[in-house]
């Protein structure tokens, strides 16, 4: 019910409208003193007791009269207040004359109004919600902290019990029923991928699934609770998959042709040679198409590398003789004391991947002084960094530098800062890109301490 239109009488405050009755039953009082004193002139206490006693019950009714829409308004106000404490804001109040209490309903009605407008919002709000949450492909799974699952989404209950309701359940029985991979996944805690292999879900003809699983904890009405979303990643991941084989084959054709026309080029001119009879050019002829199949080999190689990467083989390494090693390769000046502890690493691979690391900073345009490495211990991980004041890098190459096949070189493969960041992955550790103030680069690879045993 929408708050009543203002009157248009005239406004006659409380104060007023009460002072106005005391001012009457006065009045009133006064005159029947005066009547009483023309017929009782010697009793003047008893004229005024009567004229007291007369005035009275006309006094008591016009009070009366006054206090009862008032009273009843209070008790109309107390039974909206306790309406909007149990949501219900479908109602006003009316109070027709034009006073204090108008206003306080008046603003009653309008708080009303702007509770009923919020409610309105928060229920189409949470409808729209309801139904992005329950049309979503993503799997979601609400559960209480040693309870009960409390809220789980049609993908969830499509997934994980056959379409049927899963609230109320038990987080541990519905992974009971689950494929073995999802209760490895939720064992190991936080977030990753886990792989449902062929024939072990919908038959020997199913495919490889792949998916991924998230989880958050929060408190939830004082109580913790824990967030479980699941997402099917195949359809992408096989997207992904033909988009990296094209990149791939557009690289290794690009590479071949570039080395193959030459080679095919430079072998005719050397049968027209000997057809004339001019071998004296054989020689540079035959180098260059040798330089070009070693070029070729190497890039041949250096994707075999990155395919076939080894697990690493850890081992105790000497800060000092390994990167005096580094140096008679790519030169660099060191900054700073070596780390007392020795590094825990596979030495080929960190070699292979910090060399990456020292050719790129000779390519930056760096003068070779320009460039050095630094070696700290902190926080229970080693940083290594390779500094230089070369040209640095722009926001999307930072963003890319790490993708394999990505190169902004005329003659790069997008080789050399992934397979870095694979050997530093495999040894569990991260690098980042990072660009220096007053220009150049530093590349950081963070590795894990070894275990204190």
């Not at 004229?47 to 829409?69: D, F, G, K, W």
């Not at 020689?283 to 990467?309: C, M, N, S, W």
């Not at 999307?396 to 050997?423: D, H, Q």
Request: hydrophobic share 45%; net charge neutral; charged share 20%.
């Amino acid at each position: 019910m929408s708050p009543p239109a203002p009157s248009n009488r005239l406004r006659l405050p409380l104060i007023a409208r009460w002072a106005l009755l005391i001012a009457a039953l006065l009045i009133a009082a006064m005159v029947v003193l005066v009547a009483l004193l023309r017929w009782l002139p010697d009793q003047v206490f008893l004229a005024a007791l009567l004229s007291l006693l007369a005035i009275m019950p006309v006094a008591i009714l016009a009070v009366r009269s006054q206090l009862e829409p008032m009273l009843s308004m209070f008790r109309a106000l107390s039974g909206t207040v306790v309406s909007y404490q149990d949501g219900d804001y479908s109602f006003g109040l009316r109070w027709d004359r034009r006073d204090e209490i108008a206003d306080l309903v008046d603003a009653h009605n309008q708080l009303g109004n702007v509770l009923r407008a919020q409610r309105l919002g928060l229920v189409q709000r949470e409808l729209l919600l309801d139904t992005m949450v329950q049309n979503t492909p993503v799997a979601m799974l609400l559960v209480s902290e040693g309870g009960p699952i409390v809220f789980a989404n049609l993908a969830a209950r499509q997934m994980l019990n056959q379409g049927r309701k899963l609230e109320g359940l038990t987080l541990a029985a519905v992974l009971e029923q689950a494929h073995a991979a999802l209760r490895e996944a939720v064992a190991r805690g936080g977030d990753g991928l886990f792989t449902v292999a062929p024939g072990t879900e919908g038959g020997e003809d199913s495919d490889e699934e792949v998916y991924h699983l998230a989880r958050r904890g929060f408190h939830l009405n004082g109580r913790a609770h824990e967030l479980f979303l699941l997402r099917l990643l195949t359809a992408e991941l096989r997207r992904q998959e033909v988009q990296t084989w094209k990149k791939v084959i557009r690289v290794i054709s690009h590479e071949l042709n570039n080395s193959l026309a030459p080679i095919g080029s430079l072998a005719g001119s050397g049968a027209e040679l000997l057809r004339r009879g001019q071998p004296e050019r054989l020689e540079t002829i035959l180098a260059t198409i040798a330089e070009r199949a070693r070029h070729l080999e190497d890039f041949i190689l250096g994707y075999a590398r990155f395919a076939k990467l080894p697990a690493p083989r850890l081992q105790s390494v000497a800060w000092p003789a390994f990167l005096d090693r580094l140096a008679l390769q790519y030169g660099f000046s060191r900054v700073g004391e070596l780390p007392q502890e020795s590094g825990y690493f596979d030495q080929a691979q960190m070699e292979q991947a910090l060399l990456n690391l020292l050719k790129n900073a000779h390519e930056s345009g760096a003068a070779p002084d320009e460039i050095s490495l630094a070696v700290t211990c902190q926080q229970g991980v080693f940083r290594i960094d390779v500094m230089d004041c070369g040209s640095g890098m722009n926001e999307t190459v930072l963003t890319n530098a790490l993708i394999p096949f990505y190169s902004t070189k005329r003659s790069g493969t997008g080789l050399g800062l992934a397979l870095t960041r694979e050997i530093v992955e495999a040894h569990g550790g991260r690098i980042t890109l990072a660009n220096r103030e007053g220009g150049g680069l530093t590349a950081s690879v963070i590795l894990p301490m070894p275990a204190a045993s």
